[in-house]
Structure formats: C-alpha cells, structure tokens
C-alpha cells in the first residue's frame, strides 16, 4: 500500500513567522514530488514540485526532499493570512503513475 | 474558457437517479483523471485516461461509470448511488506522466439523498 502521511494539524503560526510543512512517503521508488495548495471549498492548486535531493525555492515557498529519509518538506517564509489553507502533499512513481496524495496539513495564519 | 472546467458545480441526487458529471481541458492535455475527496480522507484516485485509454481503475465500484470520448473531455456516469458517495468529485488533466503536476477542475459537490 502506497502512502504518503501528513499531520493534519491545524498549525498555526503568526504572521511574518515560517511555516513548516512535512510529508513522508512510503514508497522508495517515488520520483516526484509535489505541493498543492487547497483553499477551503476550492479545488487544489499546484505550488511547487521538486524531483532532486535538495532544496527548491520559488518565491517565499521553500521545498525540501530527502529521498534517503523519504522526507519532503514545504516552508512558507512571512507567512500571510492568505496562505491559511489545506497543504497536501502528492507523490508520484513516475512517468504514467498517477499522483498520490496525503491527506493534508491545515495552516492558520493569524495577523 | 480557460484550464479545466467541471459542471455541474452541485449536484443533490437520489439513489435510484442517473446523473453524469462533465469535465472539459482547454489546456492541450493528453492524460485526464477523476478524483474523490471526502471529509478526512485523502484525495482517492478514482479513473486515469491516457491519450483517451483508460489506464487505471482503482476499485471504484460500478455504480461509476467513466467515459472519454477524446483527451479533451472526460464524463463520469453516476446511477444507483449511496449516501457515502457523496463528496467532492474533482476533475484533473496533464500531460501523460503528470511529470509537471496536474491542473484540477473546480469540482463537482455531489449530495446523494
């Protein structure tokens, strides 16, 4: 059974403060690696994707992964009330697998 | 129109109707999917279309019923549904392989009484 786990949450940081989100994953062949961001009674929508061991940084979003600890992380820098939201985690085998994904991290951002 | 659009955005059905749930990509896809997504539960992958060949069925019982008649569009024929069907159902498309992540549609909500 394939899995990717997640805290739940809620996490709650003030603003300004980082943010930090985890995953782990089960599967050692995973390749791919991505962070949706979930809006309450929206639809999902991709923030970042990583494939490599190492850091991504794209704006005041950070991604980590650490294929060796099956470990992939997202860091919000001066985080905003408009980033509360559900974070999910997706995790992908490769090329024609489709997307797994974790249940989701709630974060409040509170002014 | 832009992205992935689903219609309808609610649907409120009874267990012996029969509904279909539209998904239409505008953004040049090959590969489309259904999702569930229940309260407290993961995102389920439901059905994958590559190039309109359905590749995968995730034990998802037969009370469902995809179709995709080209890689643009996607249905997803609903009858004889259970209370516990009811949840958000969400439309996604990529390229085959997903290797960029998926764009998601805006979701059907979906009440079974």
């Known amino acids: 059974q394939k899995e990717v786990e997640q805290n739940s949450g809620p996490l709650s940081v003030p603003e300004g403060a980082i943010a930090s989100l985890n995953c782990t994953y089960s599967?050692?062949?995973?390749?791919?690696f991505f962070w949706y961001r979930q809006y309450s009674g929206k639809s999902p929508e991709l923030i970042m994707f990583?494939?490599?061991?190492g850091d991504k940084e794209d704006g005041r979003f950070t991604a980590q992964l650490n294929k060796a600890s099956q470990y992939v992380s997202l860091l919000i820098r001066d985080s905003q009330p408009s980033d509360s939201a559900t974070y999910l985690c997706?995790?992908?085998?490769?090329?024609?697998?489709?997307?797994?994904f974790g249940k989701g991290t709630t974060l409040s951002v509170s002014s | 129109e832009t992205g992935v659009t689903q219609t309808p955005r609610h649907l409120v059905m009874g267990m012996t109707n029969k509904k279909s749930l539209k998904c239409e990509q505008h953004?040049?896809?090959?590969?489309m999917y259904w999702y569930k997504q229940s309260a407290k539960k993961p995102l389920e992958l439901m059905f994958v279309?590559?190039?309109?060949?359905?590749?995968e069925n995730n034990s998802v019982p037969s009370r469902f019923s995809p179709e995709c008649p080209n890689s643009s569009h996607l249905f997803l024929h609903l009858h004889t549904l259970q209370p516990e069907d009811s949840a958000l159902y969400l439309c996604?498309?990529?390229?085959?392989?997903?290797?960029?992540?998926?764009?998601f549609g805006s979701g059907t909500r979906l009440t079974v009484v």
């Open positions: 279309y590559n190039f309109k060949e359905q590749t």
């Open positions: 599967d050692r062949g995973s390749q791919s």
């Open positions: 990583i494939y490599s061991n």
């Open positions: 953004l040049g896809h090959n590969a």
């Open positions: 997706a995790v992908s085998l490769g090329a024609g697998t489709a997307l797994i």
């Open positions: 996604a498309s990529s390229q085959v392989g997903g290797g960029y992540g998926y764009t």
